[in-house]
């Protein structure tokens, strides 16, 4: 049998090709300047067409993937990306525009990106957008950025942004990127923002609070509003991150809960692809207060056209090199048009009902440190599992043996060997009882065979990594040497 571990260079033999130009020739060497020319031929594997189309195909199922099976990745929104995405996304009109080209001859893509703005401020219940931002943090520097412009201008940047300690990591990276010290304050014994605690540092130096709602535990902040007034009492700006969006999409709107600022994730809301570590795509809504200080250039409309807007005298400037991630753009706004207003508000109750059944289920085995009615998400703990000498990470690595992604492990802080699982919409119950039993399973597999645990995955590619070395040792690139 032929070994599934053979590189591209294994399968390499000198003179196989893979093209076929007919008349044509490779010899480069008179158009290019000497100076550019490699002096030794580059080490390059030969093989043909389909040796390299089954190679490809063979590493694309190598890795767990959501088109593989269920990746239940808590604070991700592992979602199906729907196919008819990628088909807009790779219209020729869309994938060939040169982005310097003329707005004039780019009519049909400002347009997009105007009426996916509406869409967006529609969703948000926001007055305006920006779409340059390529992801969620880059989204919250975005607005960090804008905030501190905003005091700026009323006479004082300010020095400090609250968070609760349940925060994503990109919050606080972003508020000392953007120059501001970042604060933290305690959950409540619920799991909520204590806002007495918020009260006690919330003053006339804050220039923001971040807040996820729902947050990471998955629970909807139901102090909400007062949240909100105590933030506007010193003119804080009160930031919404908004990679949870998924549990109140057409339900909820972050502008009428009081917030100023939210980033979208069109990449976990929205479903445009983003397995692998990108490409993103952000998007930030705001306030008509903070338009002034937005990036350039904005998508507008000018009578019957559409144009690139850069007359915005208090910009912070551009966020991005162009306009932000346009492919995934037209894959977040076909999703959107897609649904519609009922398809979307189907996709948040969905999401909800998913998560609860899990977490009902699953609450019978696992230790569910708040257990209330959750969102789309919810956090487990495989405390009472540790006592016995199983740890939440040999959890996540044998569940990987059923064919499922682990959920996300370690996170929020604020629960011990936490998993947080969040199904997403689009499993079938089917699909939603077979992760049950996986995890029921294993749950046996630690009175009854706890080794399988201890040394699993058994049926990956690649068994346990040392995850230390692997971090501090990073060697993905194979070399002629080795
Ligand atoms: C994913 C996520 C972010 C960061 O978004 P990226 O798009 O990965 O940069 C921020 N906050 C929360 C709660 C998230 O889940």
Request: hydrophobic share 35%.
């Amino acid at each position: 049998m032929d070994n599934p571990n053979r590189t591209i260079f294994d399968k390499s033999s000198s003179g196989k090709g893979g093209y076929c130009l007919p008349g044509a020739s490779t010899d480069v060497s008179n158009h290019i300047p000497e100076k550019f020319l490699r002096r030794k031929k580059a080490f390059l594997p030969e093989i043909t067409e389909n040796e390299a189309v089954r190679h490809y195909n063979g590493l694309s199922v190598k890795n767990h993937h959501i088109d593989k099976g269920l990746y239940p990745l808590g604070s991700c929104t592992m979602k199906y990306n729907p196919k008819i995405n990628d088909k807009t996304a790779s219209y020729p009109g869309f994938a060939g525009l040169h982005p310097f080209q003329p707005e004039s001859t780019a009519q049909g893509a400002l347009e997009l990106l105007f009426h996916l703005k509406e869409l967006l401020a529609e969703i948000s219940g926001m007055d305006d957008i920006t779409l340059q931002p390529a992801a969620g943090a880059h989204g919250e520097f975005t607005a960090l950025l804008m905030m501190r412009a905003y005091h700026i201008k009323n006479g004082n940047p300010r020095e400090t942004v609250v968070f609760p300690d349940s925060a994503h990591g990109t919050n606080p990276a972003s508020v000392a990127l953007a120059g501001y010290k970042p604060v933290q304050i305690k959950s409540s014994e619920k799991g909520l923002v204590d806002v007495d605690a918020l009260k006690e540092v919330m003053n006339e130096n804050v220039a923001g609070f971040m807040l996820t709602n729902p947050n990471t535990l998955g629970l909807f902040e139901k102090d909400i509003i007062e949240i909100a007034e105590v933030c506007h009492s010193v003119d804080a700006q009160f930031y919404m991150d908004g990679a949870n969006l998924n549990a109140l999409l057409g339900r909820v709107k972050p502008g009428e809960m009081g917030f100023d600022i939210v980033h979208f994730n069109l990449h976990k809301t929205f479903s445009t692809p983003h397995g692998g570590g990108g490409p993103g795509a952000g998007a930030l809504g705001f306030k008509k207060h903070l338009s002034p200080f937005a990036p350039v250039p904005a998508v507008a409309k000018a009578g019957d056209s559409f144009t690139l807007d850069y007359d915005k005298p208090d910009t912070i400037g551009r966020v991005h090199g162009f306009y932000g991630n346009f492919a995934n753009l037209v894959r977040g706004y076909t999703y959107i048009r897609q649904l519609g207003l009922e398809g979307l508000r189907a996709v948040s109750k969905n999401a909800v009902i998913n998560a609860n059944y899990l977490r009902e289920k699953l609450k019978e085995h696992y230790l569910l440190p708040h257990d209330r009615v959750c969102m789309h998400e919810f956090v487990i703990s495989a405390d009472r599992q540790k006592k016995k000498g199983i740890r939440t990470l040999d959890i996540a690595k044998r569940l990987m043996d059923f064919g499922f992604h682990p959920p996300t492990v370690y996170f929020p802080l604020i629960v011990s060997e936490a998993m947080m699982v969040e199904p997403t919409e689009t499993e079938s119950k089917a699909e939603l009882d077979r992760f049950i039993e996986a995890m029921v399973q294993i749950d046996k597999e630690v009175d009854e065979n706890p080794e399988m645990i201890k040394t699993a995955p058994h049926n990956t590619p690649v068994g346990r990594v040392d995850e230390g070395k692997a971090a501090r040792e990073l060697n993905v690139k194979w070399s002629p040497e080795e």
